[in-house]
């Protein structure tokens, strides 16, 4: 686990996923393994369809939930329980593999354009063979915060008195888009003891004196508890995420996540046995009639 109490640059790595899929990759590289309770992020944006229609095939997860978010284009998800659905731009959807999910996530074309982040979150022991959920919302069901200068989507959590529909009870990650007007300013008053970041997808910036080029993550856990982002000539956009640390030994294979080596074992036997998935996962959406 990487806890260190200062404020890195990491710049994304360019790393294909899946069938061949390229994405930038800040979080889960050799500059920051993990970052608890965060083990991963992805950005996918690209405007060649080759870069990504391969998609994710068919895999497994054990042991943590992901967070997806489509700005351009789509994503269709299936899993091996019977569920089904379709990430529009700007939708979200959080899954709690848990226990076990194998599922596949395939992008679906809209004008050769994809954009979208994938982020994973480790799960306490104590949660790690939970049944599996999912939350899935489309665009319309996230709020919006607008003020002088930037706007920000809230896609998990709350910002003030503006909250998501998509809610964390665990590590209770906060996920924010926020858009920053040309040469503006945006504050942020970081939540006590969480580990908290930002990653940078539009534009440029500073923050606390230090120049923050696209596809860079920035660690605010070294900055003061208020750090000023300023946007650079052609504005910015960014995501800003924070949730409570486990502090809790962490044991990685590929998409297992657990404690121990012995139930990483446990997780590739009880998938190559098709033992896998142990309980069907249950869906909420934004209607009640479209809850499984």
Do not use: C
Not at 148 to 175: C, H, M, W
């Amino acid at each position: 686990m990487n806890t260190e109490n200062v404020m890195r640059l990491i710049p994304a790595m360019t790393i294909a996923e899946g069938a061949g899929v390229i994405v930038h990759r800040t979080i889960g590289t050799s500059a920051l393994r993990s970052y608890d309770p965060f083990l991963l992020l992805d950005h996918i944006g690209s405007e060649n369809p080759d870069d990504y229609i391969a998609g994710f095939p068919a895999h497994p997860h054990r042991g943590f939930n992901t967070l997806t978010y489509i700005i351009d284009g789509e994503m269709e998800h299936t899993d091996s329980m019977g569920n089904t659905g379709n990430l529009g731009a700007g939708g979200a959807q959080w899954m709690k593999a848990a226990s076990g999910v194998i599922h596949s996530e395939m992008p679906k074309q809209k004008a050769g354009l994809l954009r979208g982040f994938q982020l994973w979150i480790n799960l306490p022991a104590a949660n790690k063979m939970d049944a599996p959920e999912y939350q899935e919302y489309p665009a319309e069901a996230f709020p919006v915060l607008e003020k002088s200068g930037y706007r920000v989507k809230v896609i998990a959590g709350s910002l003030e008195k503006t909250v998501s529909p998509i809610v964390d009870n665990i590590t209770q990650v906060i996920f924010l888009d926020v858009l920053v007007e040309p040469d503006r300013p945006f504050h942020y008053v970081l939540l006590e003891g969480n580990t908290s970041f930002l990653y940078i997808f539009e534009g440029d910036g500073q923050i606390n004196g230090k120049t923050v080029a696209t596809h860079t993550l920035v660690t605010l856990n070294g900055a003061s508890t208020a750090p000023v982002f300023t946007a650079g000539r052609q504005g910015a956009r960014f995501l800003l995420i924070s949730g409570r640390p486990i502090r809790e030994p962490i044991v990685q294979h590929g998409p297992f996540v657990m404690n121990t080596r012995e139930e990483i074992d446990q997780a590739m036997q009880d998938y190559q046995s098709n033992n896998f998935v142990r309980e069907r996962a249950w869906r909420h959406r934004n209607k009640p009639d479209e809850q499984q």
